[in-house]
């Protein structure tokens, strides 16, 4: 069979259940007595080993299978959770996210996984050794068998008896799968299914919600009504794929007519209600979600796009054709417009989790590693941003957080010594304002020292002593941000090479948001980081500048203002006035843009267009204010490159190209 056609959807699902493991092993390591997580490992596990081992990645499927075998000891209570397992089952984990990684770049088989497997495999020997237990005689029946009998409810026992009446016979089928089954769950369901054609049935063991989620070994029994013949029935499940043999006895329901007593038939009655609805809506309900190609996705958005490039022509035109008929067919289809592109943002918009989640598994390890005590605490994860800015954003979060814990929480004894409670905590929280996503990181440590950021800026002739001297903290402080710069005293592993901040700041920057620092030392430092909700449409300002227009991204704009000519004074070279009780710098864009039709310089009231880089402002002069609108980024693309102050262009409703400017290199 060729599964090339499914590797995405293997990968898709591969990824999720990886996910998932790291978050339950973490918890395990916490709570080693929570049966429901060790559970919930198991399965991922056990259905991780079956999907590989059906795709055929024979690596994968061998150290899922080895960790099954641990993971089953563990169920059994025949090992306990200890340090040394849980390091182990992450060191599995670490190899699995290695082999995937293979599999996507087709070298699964140059990856090395004899040793972890062996790791595993000697918490299992020990075990091998123990005696086997006692062996069921021949012709005596097995507990199952028997259970399958007893635990018959009162309502199902009056429907044997009708069926009986009608004709039917009740049979017990011992179903045995083949060892080297795979995807038994999906078997099972096929088998129950198939079997539904010759009759009812009333009961299985385990249950069928138990017999879908994979939760027994290779054999079940099936309790069912039917008129056919109990060897055709046996003969019909033998010729079923997977299945190895089949035992069957016809019983009967006179037997079944004993007297319940006191309350436990109840419990099981509620219980196995219970589980047969789960079992129907499980089987009758369609899956509310679909998986989606991202690249599906992105050309729609492209559509969308040239869809509001239109739509702003036809405004364009109706404004120009003073039709009033025109004006209100063109508003009727803005506003479709506006909801067709909010839905296709929507459907692009994941959760910060899928980032965010692999974050307590990081800061565990880097805690092992340095020898601290750190706690790692996650709010917000269910916000949601556009899944290319998600793809994006891991890599500057790792190394503000891997900043965070080598130096910037101290070591347990440092903090006794400052009076500071153990666990250190650094702490992680999303929110939206408005048309932005807010990530902020904090961390309780020594905070930045600025005397060493100075000394270091100085030492690598980043600034001289005169610049320094004309510095305030904030931007001593944003010195961090700059290449070669680190304050730490010694390289590690983990930081200090006086490399990430400046990728961090780049990388965000790229991402079109901003990011922020403040420390206070002894106390903690604190990162905040702006990014637009999406990076396909954006607001914007429009403005004008003699005969161009340029376009500002309205997340940018911190205020729009007016200034008399006469209030704008001249402060060490530069144009400034006085607004709100503060000096604002002031710059005039044409400058900036090297456009010389600009007419502002003969304007006694300017248009001025604050822009907000963390907490600087800066005031931009424009000639006029023309509208809000909503634009289409387009690349400038590689022949022109990154050009400072431009982000990209856009196509305006009359057909003209307006650049996206970039302010915050000046401000």
């Not at 903090?415 to 250190?424: F, I």
Request: proline letters at 3%; charged letters at 30%; aromatic letters at 4%.
């Amino acid at each position: 069979m060729d599964v090339s056609q499914y590797l995405n959807v293997f990968m898709d699902e591969c990824q999720e259940h990886l996910q998932s493991l790291n978050q339950s092993l973490l918890v395990l390591e916490q709570e080693p007595d929570n049966m429901e997580i060790l559970n919930a490992i198991f399965r991922a596990a056990h259905t991780l080993k079956g999907a590989s081992a059906t795709m055929g990645f024979n690596k994968m499927s061998n150290v899922t299978h080895a960790m099954e075998d641990v993971l089953s000891l563990l169920r059994q209570n025949e090992l306990e959770v200890s340090a040394e397992l849980i390091n182990v089952l992450f060191a599995a984990l670490d190899l699995l996210e290695v082999l995937a990684q293979g599999i996507t770049e087709g070298r699964e088989e140059d990856v090395e996984t004899t040793g972890v497997i062996q790791s595993l495999q000697k918490f299992v020997a020990k075990e091998l050794k123990s005696e086997p237990g006692p062996k069921t005689e021949p012709g005596q029946k097995s507990e199952r068998r028997q259970s399958l009998e007893l635990r018959y409810l009162p309502l199902e026992i009056e429907q044997i008896k009708s069926a009986v009446a009608d004709g039917s016979n009740l049979n017990h089928l011992h179903v045995h799968l083949q060892e080297d089954c795979l995807l038994k769950g999906a078997r099972a369901f096929m088998i129950l299914r198939e079997l539904e054609t010759h009759g009812d049935i009333v009961r299985t063991i385990p249950t069928a919600k138990e017999l879908e989620d994979e939760q027994f070994e290779d054999d079940f029994i099936i309790g069912i009504l039917s008129k056919k013949p109990l060897e055709f029935l046996t003969r019909f499940l033998e010729k079923m794929l997977d299945v190895q043999k089949v035992e069957g006895e016809v019983n009967d329901p006179e037997a079944l007519l004993v007297e319940r007593r006191g309350d436990g038939a109840q419990a099981v009655a509620s219980d196995v209600d219970q589980q047969k609805t789960s079992h129907t809506k499980a089987t009758s309900n369609v899956s509310p979600t679909v998986r989606v190609d991202i690249r599906k996705l992105d050309e729609l958005m492209n559509l969308v796009g040239e869809i509001v490039i239109t739509r702003s022509r036809l405004e364009q035109l109706s404004w120009e054709q003073e039709d009033q008929n025109m004006v209100e067919t063109v508003e009727q289809l803005s506003r479709l417009t506006m909801d067709l592109r909010d839905q296709v943002l929507k459907t692009r918009m994941v959760p910060v989790d899928h980032v965010f989640s692999r974050f307590p598994r990081l800061v565990r390890d880097l805690a092992k590693e340095t020898r601290k005590e750190i706690q790692l605490e996650i709010s917000g994860a269910e916000t949601e941003l556009d899944r290319t800015v998600i793809d994006e954003i891991a890599d500057p979060l790792v190394h503000i957080i891997r900043n965070s814990v080598d130096h910037g929480i101290e070591t347990p004894e440092v903090r006794t010594a400052a009076g500071k409670t153990l666990p250190g905590t650094v702490e992680l929280k999303a929110y939206q304002a408005g048309n932005s996503v807010v990530i902020e990181i904090f961390d309780d440590g020594a905070g930045i020292d600025t005397r060493k950021i100075k000394a270091k800026a100085i030492e690598r002739g980043i600034v001289t002593s005169e610049d320094i001297d004309n510095m305030d903290d904030d931007d001593i402080m944003n010195l961090i941000f700059l290449p070669g710069l680190s304050t730490s005293e010694k390289v590690t592993d983990i930081s200090g090479r006086g490399v990430g901040m400046d990728v961090v700041k780049t990388q965000i920057t790229n991402l079109g948001g901003i990011v922020e620092m403040s420390s206070v030392e002894g106390e903690g430092t604190k990162f905040t980081i702006r990014l637009p909700l999406t990076l396909a449409i954006i607001q914007t300002l429009i403005v004008q500048l003699g005969n161009d227009v340029f376009a500002i991204p309205s997340t940018l704009i911190d205020q729009t203002i007016s200034v008399d000519k006469q209030d704008i004074k001249r402060l060490r070279g530069r144009e400034v006035t006085v607004y709100r009780g503060e000096v604002l710098p002031l710059v005039r864009l044409q400058e900036f843009l090297e456009v010389k039709e600009a007419k502002n310089a003969d304007l006694d009231e300017l248009d001025v267009v604050v822009i907000s880089n963390g907490e600087r402002r800066v005031g931009f002069i424009v000639d006029t204010l023309v509208r809000q609108q909503d634009v289409v980024i387009k690349s400038l693309g590689t022949y022109l490159g990154n050009i400072p102050g431009i982000a990209g262009a856009t196509i305006l409703g009359n057909g003209k190209i307006a650049l996206i400017l970039d302010l915050r290199s000046v401000a």
